[in-house]
């Protein structure tokens, strides 16, 4: 897969606070594949495939017939939740290389308010799956469900809460400069996040994404197609998918309780780029919440557990000169809940260097999907120097 393929366009609606989007999920994702059309320099008609996750309720046959496509040649999902948005890029990218569409468009939308709100347990009318286990319990939300896998991990291994604070404030740092995100002109300070309530400790309401009414995409074609177009391309260098041994063994009975669901991913990622994690120059990771986030990084390899005291702390988070940059779109915690999709988006954006964060020649974008859920997926980006 390395170099084969790359992201030739990105595109995105309006972010809006849940529940008060004027437009449909459907013509919310429309809009979002028109733009990225439009990014890319290609005519929308041209578009042959479309890949998605998470059972995302916009009907590819139904996008085909509204966009006016020639030929709907893929359609493809994948399972999970927030970790499936890499996957369906690479998921993209094997289907271009495999010759079974020519332009595949990966998006994902969003709008809260005909469906409930994602965080909200009472707005859940039945509980199935794992969720069906854990809600006798008290355990309504994914927050609650996780936060046990974070506070074992931060136990197992002496990581202070001050972590997660820093991570918090990289994102809202970023989201200061991106006129894009929901928190722009919002700055958060330290003592605002500390006196901010809890949600599930060691959660604060700053440590949990947003939840908003959007959609994003991007494209994915051929290497050799991608020359030919407007913009740079975004290669990509490596994916990986799937999850550790017994992850998510029900319910909460996995041998590796305190993962991100990472630690076999990662070393597959690294290995099919041919890079390390000392190689990236800026890093994209999904936060449902920032515990998440610090095991996720942890577990790719960015620091030892017991470097993470002195690894997360705001100025190694923040661009343009931080060890790792990190979510320098403001990611979900404070541009806009997108899923995910965001935080690839924001990667090709590093690598073509228009970032409103942008991070100094940076040439690998590291974008990881979907800590704590299984299946997790992951993709390394890179421009023509890295190939």
Not at 77 to 92: I, K, Q
Not at 156 to 163: F, M, N
Not at 194 to 206: G, K, Y
Request: with cysteine; glycine share 12%.
């Amino acid at each position: 897969m390395r170099g084969r393929t790359a992201i030739v366009g990105i595109g995105a609606s309006t972010f809006h606070k849940r529940g008060t989007s004027p437009d449909s999920e459907f013509k919310l994702t429309l809009k979002a594949v028109l733009a990225a059309a439009e990014d890319a320099g290609i005519d929308p008609h041209k578009i042959d495939g479309f890949a998605s996750f998470n059972f995302d309720r916009t009907d590819p046959s139904r996008m085909a017939a509204a966009l006016g496509i020639d030929e709907l040649r893929f359609a493809n999902l994948f399972w999970g939740g927030g970790g499936g948005g890499a996957a369906a890029v690479a998921n993209a990218a094997a289907a271009v290389i495999a010759g079974l569409a020519s332009c595949v468009v990966v998006y994902r939308g969003i709008v809260q308010g005909p469906d409930g709100r994602y965080g909200d347990g009472r707005t859940i009318g039945a509980y199935g799956r794992d969720a069906a286990y854990l809600a006798p319990y008290g355990l309504m939300t994914p927050i609650q469900w996780y936060t046990m896998r974070v506070v074992r991990f931060m136990h197992e291994h002496g990581i202070a809460r001050d972590a997660l604070r820093a991570i918090s404030m990289a994102s809202y740092h970023h989201a200061q400069a991106n006129p894009r995100a929901v928190m722009h002109g919002r700055p958060l300070t330290e003592q605002a996040y500390e006196e901010s309530r809890w949600i599930v400790e060691p959660h604060h309401l700053f440590d949990c994404c947003m939840e908003n009414d959007c959609a994003a995409a991007v494209i994915v074609m051929s290497a050799e197609a991608a020359k030919d177009l407007k913009q740079k391309p975004a290669y990509i260098l490596g994916a990986a998918q799937g999850s550790e041994y017994r992850n998510q063994a029900r319910v909460h009975n996995a041998p590796r309780y305190g993962s991100a669901s990472f630690s076999s991913v990662g070393p597959r990622l690294f290995a099919e780029a041919g890079v390390t994690p000392a190689d990236v120059d800026v890093a994209q990771t999904y936060e449902n919440f920032t515990g998440g986030v610090l095991m996720s990084l942890i577990e790719h390899g960015f620091c030892a557990p017991e470097e993470a005291n002195d690894f997360f702390k705001l100025e190694n988070l923040i661009a343009p000169s931080g060890r790792l940059p990190l979510n320098t779109s403001g990611g979900n915690l404070a541009e806009a809940y997108v899923h995910g999709m965001g935080h690839i988006l924001e990667g090709v954006r590093q690598i073509r260097g228009t970032s409103t964060s942008q991070v100094p020649g940076a040439s690998i974008a590291f974008v990881g999907s979907g800590p704590m859920v299984s299946p997790v997926s992951d993709l390394l980006l890179g421009n023509g120097n890295t190939l």
